[in-house]
């Protein structure tokens, strides 16, 4: 695929190094390592969770075969693309707890932005593993640029004729690459367009609760309300990158984060000899550390907070993005709390698995 974010700002991106970081370019296609170690790596973990990831974790349907056949873990995870969940037999698909599936919203959008035809054949895949027996959770997993209505396209993934969801993930592309600011008009589009729908998409979520006693999945909404309710305060990235979830590269070496792939620096161990439970901790430093809301948002992106790919000012228009997204959900906490006093809704309802690839903060 040749999408307009990874790939397309990749190209523009290509000469953009990372002074100060010894960064490793020449990883393996593939894994590498003698797969009996992950076995023996996610035993130690009584909670293991493993989820795919890429790339496109399913150009290696006969490793994941192997490794869900042979790795003890609690719950099987993966993020795919979606054009080849086709090609995976039912029995394997069916066996995942979650699917987190790349669409950016409506047809027009997500062929704008991922090629032509991307959005049909993923729509058919997951009307076709629906079909096949597919009962765990589908999370559309939206990366969302200037060119997206937040508001109209999450509405339309969850009410459109041909295949809603009730789950739903955004993440900006926002701090990834080195030069691409300058490219974009992400101030004017960040405050006049995304801040005040987002605002009017947690004004449709509180709708929804109190006409059908609905909690949707909208896991950056979601996650914050979560927190809010049952009064969570402790400062850690809400992804779980660092601290409690890490990524596997091909090569053997585990990083805090599967975007900090190859920087060196931060490999926190290998899976020869790893301890699962015992990973060295990596935490965002400043201007995070000193942020009012860092206890909801927990520093939002450890790779953006490392690398400083845009500069300081830059990212405060992201911050802003976070300010606004907490804000909306914290004034109509009091609503969320009379609809569960009064039996609409619970706080039950509000719970997920927690690090399942949606980073909540967008």
């Not at 719950?75 to 029995?91: A, K, S, V």
């Not at 006409?211 to 909404?221: A, E, N």
């Amino acid at each position: 695929m040749q999408c307009r974010y990874c790939f397309g700002e990749a190209v523009e991106d290509v000469y953009a190094d990372f002074p100060g970081f010894e960064v490793d370019y020449f990883l393996p296609r593939k894994i590498n390592y003698d797969l009996g170690l992950l076995d023996r790596f996610s035993k130690q973990d009584p909670e293991c969770v493993l989820t795919f990831y890429g790339g496109e974790p399913l150009l290696c349907i006969d490793e994941i075969r192997w490794i869900m056949d042979n790795v003890k873990a609690r719950h099987f995870l993966i993020q795919t693309n979606g054009l080849l969940l086709d090609r995976i037999q039912p029995e394997y698909v069916n066996r995942f707890h979650a699917i987190l599936v790349s669409i950016d919203g409506d047809e027009p959008l997500t062929d704008f932005y991922r090629g032509k035809g991307t959005y049909r054949k993923v729509i058919d895949n997951m009307k076709l593993i629906r079909k096949n027996g597919f009962q765990g959770e589908l999370i559309a997993r939206m990366t969302v640029m200037e060119q997206t209505n937040i508001y109209k396209q999450v509405k339309w993934l969850l009410n459109n004729e041909e295949f809603s969801f009730s789950s739903v993930h955004w993440q900006l592309n926002a701090g990834f690459w080195g030069s691409d600011f300058e490219r974009r008009n992400f101030k004017e589009w960040s405050e006049k367009c995304y801040n005040p729908e987002i605002r009017s998409l947690v004004k449709l979520w509180i709708d929804r609760m109190e006409r059908k006693g609905t909690v949707l999945r909208l896991y950056p909404i979601l996650g914050i309300a979560d927190s809010l309710l049952v009064g969570e305060d402790r400062n850690l990235l809400r992804c779980g990158g660092g601290w409690i979830n890490y990524a596997i590269q091909t090569d053997g070496h585990i990083v805090p984060c599967p975007t900090m792939w190859g920087m060196k620096d931060y490999y926190v161990g290998h899976i020869s000899n790893a301890d699962p439970l015992k990973l060295r901790k990596v935490f965002v430093d400043e201007p995070c550390t000193k942020c009012e809301i860092q206890s909801l948002c927990g520093g939002r992106c450890l790779y953006a907070n490392i690398t400083k790919r845009w500069k300081n000012e830059n990212y405060g228009l992201v911050c802003n993005t976070v300010e606004n997204l907490v804000e909306a959900v914290e004034n109509e906490i009091p609503r969320i709390r009379q609809l569960i006093e009064i039996g609409k809704v619970s706080k039950e309802d509000f719970h997920f698995l927690k690090y399942n690839g949606c980073e909540i903060i967008p």
